[in-house]
T-cell receptor, first 114, second 113 residues
Framework: GENVEQHPSTLSVQEGDSAVIKCTYS??????FPWYKQELGKRPQLIID?????GEKKDQRIAVTLNKTAKHFSLHITETQPEDSAVYFC?????????????FGKGTLLTVNP | DAEITQSPRHKITETGRQVTLACHQT?????MFWYRQDLGHGLRLIHY???????NKGEVSDGYSVSRSNTEDLPLTLESAASSQTSVYFC????????????FGPGTRLLVL
């Protein structure tokens, strides 16, 4: 089955710096890659996603890149703010007819220091 | 507004007791999922359902069961609670069209003593 590795497990940056979180996946059939943000004590929420036919997607201060050949994708946050502090999860969707599977990475705890 | 809710939000139980966690969504989504979240393990899939009367085992299904009798609800039952099942449990749902976009409930914090 699909395996998603996420690095680093913790990341600490100064406010205003950039943060990059990287994920690799194993199944070349995976075709959709969402990122979820989970603030302390809250539920995970989708913040950005990318499909396999796209190399990069941006939404204000966040962007996601995908390298299908290398089977890795990354989340980039620019001009970080304290409210970006959270756990971030990457995921990969592997199609299988009606039996698709969304596999999550183990998460990255991002701390933005004021 | 459509939403997904879980109850109870907090639960303390004793080893060996049967516990049922409720999940209710008003998105009219076909797909529903149960995850547990533990430090260092991220989100691990327990059971999932792609429609009424359909249920499937996830990676950590031992000791858990689900049933899907309607579109809105997917209750999770711990047959005989164990201390290893102390965790935060999240229910999620997604539509058939946007399978990878899952909407999560607020979570249930379960403590098994």
């Amino acid at each position: 089955g699909e395996n998603v590795e996420q690095h680093p497990s913790t990341l600490s940056v100064q406010e205003g710096d950039s943060a990059v979180i990287k994920c690799t996946y194993s199944d070349s059939a995976s075709n959709y890659f969402p990122w979820y943000k989970q603030e302390l004590g809250k539920r995970p929420q989708l913040i950005i996603d990318i499909r396999s036919n796209v190399g990069e997607k941006k939404d204000q201060r966040i962007a996601v890149t995908l390298n299908k050949t290398a089977k890795h994708f990354s989340l980039h946050i620019t001009e970080t703010q304290p409210e970006d502090s959270a756990v971030y999860f990457c995921a990969a969707l592997t199609p299988g007819g009606s039996n698709y599977k969304l596999t999550f990475g183990k998460g990255t705890l991002l701390t933005v220091n004021p | 507004d459509a939403e997904i809710t879980q109850s109870p939000r907090h639960k303390i139980t004793e080893t060996g007791r049967q516990v049922t966690l409720a999940c209710h969504q008003t998105w009219n989504h076909n797909n529903m999922f149960w995850y547990r979240q533990d430090l260092g393990h991220g989100l691990r899939l327990i059971h999932y359902s792609y429609g009424v009367q359909d249920t499937n085992k996830g990676e950590v299904s031992d000791g858990y069961s689900v049933s899907r009798s309607n579109t809105e609800d997917l209750p999770l039952t711990l047959e005989s609670a164990a201390s290893s099942q102390t965790s935060v449990y999240f229910c999620a749902s997604s539509s058939r069209a946007t399978r990878g976009t899952q909407y999560f409930g607020p979570g249930t914090r379960l403590l098994v003593l």
